[in-house]
């Protein structure tokens, strides 16, 4: 199992950046998708999740500025970010999990840097 993210980088506040995350060897339309992120001295947090049946939650730190999305025919999963604010500034990870039977499945992180 694979889950490849892509799309971090160095943006100004307000600016705007696209993660994405390709996911391989799961059957992807059968998981919940999430984006969590950790910034240095924090614990990680949920930014945004969507299940499989597009329903979306979102942390109330990021609601009206970040838009997660899933294209099942592509098995990867979006996050928009706009409006971005340096307290943004975290390593964010994919994250795709699903019950009957459980499995939970991470990716590497890609690191979102926002300068004010």
């Known amino acids: 199992v694979q889950l490849q993210a892509s799309g971090g980088g160095l943006v100004q506040a307000e600016g705007s950046l696209r993660l994405s995350c390709a996911a391989s060897?799961?059957?992807?339309?059968?998981?919940?998708m999430g984006w969590y992120r950790r910034a240095p001295g924090t614990q990680r947090e949920l930014v945004a999740r969507?299940?499989?049946?597009?329903?979306?939650y979102y942390a109330d730190s990021v609601k009206g500025r970040f838009a997660i999305s899933r294209d099942n025919a592509k098995n990867t999963v979006y996050l928009q970010m706009s409006s971005l604010k340096p307290e943004d500034t975290a390593a964010y990870y994919c994250?795709?999990?699903?019950?009957?039977?459980?499995?939970?499945?991470w990716g590497q992180g890609a690191q979102v840097t926002v300068s004010s």
């Open positions: 994250n795709a999990e699903k019950s009957g039977p459980t499995a939970v499945y």
């Open positions: 060897g799961i059957v992807f339309r059968a998981y919940d």
């Open positions: 969507i299940g499989v049946s597009g329903g979306t």
